[in-house]
């Protein structure tokens, strides 16, 4: 059984910054993706950003330039460094970890943080 452990959510001011930080236990192949997405009442589940165990990287635009992802693959855990935050950043944050079993994708969630920007 995988789980996903998130935390460093929290209230910040716009211009501000939060780390987000998200720790994976269980049966976890070493060759695997850790993301982050976000998601807001009635819109749909965004990727800010991923990262695959070999270190290489996507951010997504609206977060470009602000956002940075990093992972520690000992602890099998994934961080997401949100500086310059805006109210729009405002979201529940979601820890995301994919690898394969057997030619099918194993996808996991972590149970989301929230993130609030406002003055």
């Known amino acids: 059984q995988v789980q996903l452990v998130e935390s460093g959510g929290g209230l910040v001011q716009p211009g501000g910054s939060l780390t987000l930080s998200c720790a994976a236990s269980?049966?976890?192949?070493?060759?695997?993706?850790m993301s982050w997405y976000r998601q807001v009442p009635g819109k749909q589940r965004e990727r800010v950003a991923g990262m695959t165990d070999r270190g290489t990287t996507r951010i997504g635009d609206s977060v470009l330039g602000r956002f940075t992802i990093s992972r520690d693959n000992a602890k099998n855990t994934v961080y997401l460094q949100m500086n310059s935050l805006k109210p729009e950043d405002s979201a529940v944050y979601y820890c995301?970890?994919?690898?394969?079993?057997?030619?099918?994708?194993?996808?996991?969630w972590g149970q989301g943080t929230q993130v609030t920007v406002t003055s």
């Open positions: 995301n970890l994919d690898f394969m079993v057997s030619g099918k994708t194993q996808r996991y």
């Open positions: 269980g049966s976890i192949d070493s060759q695997n993706v």
